[in-house]
């Protein structure tokens, strides 16, 4: 066994590009691995960069690492990839919290989160249920 080079070590921010591509919803992580899918960057693109993909959707969440760079193509390989799933997008029992009360006449129908009032003023017991489903999606948003 040889050891490694001295000069074979360094920062990885003086050495390896650290990108981020938000992607349109319903990209696959198909499309992603796809050499083509890059074409349009690969003059930014070089060996060994990292590129962090999110869609705006928050489905597709990964990390890659560019193997190689051509003039319409860029190879990549699959570092992390988060699977959530319809679990994901639904208010986990942990935001169970998020409570709904009748408030008096000033604040009728209000939603509370941990003690706080977050909205108040909503008209029914019912459209208050809803908003209140509203924030939970939101928080796991």
């Not at 690969?42 to 990390?63: F, H, P």
Request: hydrophobic share 40%.
């Amino acid at each position: 066994m040889k050891p490694l080079k001295a000069t074979a070590l360094d920062h990885s921010h003086y050495v390896r590009l650290s990108m981020f591509a938000e992607v349109p919803a319903g990209t696959s992580l198909e499309d992603v691995l796809t050499p083509e899918f890059w074409a349009n960057h690969t003059q930014r693109l070089k060996r060994g960069a990292i590129i962090e993909v999110l869609s705006e959707d928050n489905v597709l969440d990964c990390d890659l690492r560019v193997l190689k760079v051509g003039q319409t193509y860029a190879n990549v390989r699959l570092l992390r990839h988060y699977i959530g799933g319809e679990e994901a997008r639904t208010a986990p029992k942990i935001h169970e919290d998020v409570t709904v009360n009748y408030g008096g006449k000033q604040d009728r129908w209000r939603i509370m989160h941990r003690g706080t009032v977050v909205s108040a003023g909503l008209e029914t017991k019912a459209d208050a249920e809803k908003a209140a489903e509203e924030y939970r999606l939101k928080m796991v948003a």
